[in-house]
């Protein structure tokens, strides 16, 4: 039964957990910068924003995976709900910031981190979980059960 | 000066400004309907949600434009505050849920509410906003400034 022994090892290394504090030194943000800019905040800013996302309870998960071995995070993705007046007083999910650390592609990770985002946001009552992508990934989230639905559009200040 | 009043006139007959509980009863429910599936709620939920926002201060801002004969909600949308981790703890504003009457087209009131919402954004020290529209839609928004950047995806609950 060695397959399944080994399948469920996998499982168990590459959990999707929600972030704590202490991922900071596990190198979270050097992960964000595979993403975007990212520069390097003090643990006290780090802090600040990390409260500031748990006084949000549900309405505001961040979703990790650690690398058992390496301690290091290697997968991240959020999720925040919107809470609307339309579809009688619903709520929407919104995926944001999902990367997979360039070293452990092919390992499903990512897809780990949507599910994981996606069924935070059914668990909680929305009706719809929305995300933003370019063209080149568009082909991974409809394996994830994702359909092409508007353009996105956006304006930047800085 | 004739066209100097008149200008400052519908200035001030169709300024932005936030949701108030009493819009309830001016239509705010009915125009939304114009937008999307807005089943009618009880007085209560409405409360409970437009008190949800509240509490969340200037990371949740619904504007409106109140027509000053009819006492009607003709314009809305909202916008919400995400706070991040990449970019220095940066802040991105989220446009939603934007919505002109279709009797009361032609009056440039879309656009006084984006700016209204990107406004509120920029105050607040987001790094950008964004939002997502149908490809019929891209036009009005590059008026307002915006660029098309990628592509929105969703999957649907129920």
Not at 20 to 47: A, M, R, Y
Not at 51 to 80: M, N, P, Q, W, Y
């Amino acid at each position: 039964m060695h397959s399944t022994v080994s399948c469920s090892t996998v499982e168990k290394k590459y959990q999707v957990r929600k972030l704590e504090i202490s991922d900071k030194s596990k190198g979270f943000l050097e992960l964000l910068q595979q993403l975007t800019v990212c520069d390097s905040v003090s643990d006290q800013e780090f802090q600040n924003r990390f409260e500031e996302l748990k006084a949000c309870g549900d309405d505001r998960v961040v979703g990790v995976i650690e690398d058992e071995c390496s301690k290091k995070i290697i997968a991240t993705g959020s999720v925040f709900i919107e809470r609307k007046f339309i579809r009688s007083c619903g709520k929407a999910g919104h995926i944001e910031d999902v990367v997979v650390d360039s070293n452990a592609r092919g390992l499903q990770l990512g897809k780990k981190i949507v599910e994981f985002l996606t069924d935070h946001a059914r668990s909680v009552g929305c009706y719809k979980v929305v995300l933003y992508c370019g063209a080149r990934n568009t082909g991974f989230y409809e394996k994830c059960g994702f359909e092409q639905q508007a353009i996105n559009m956006g304006k930047y200040f800085v």
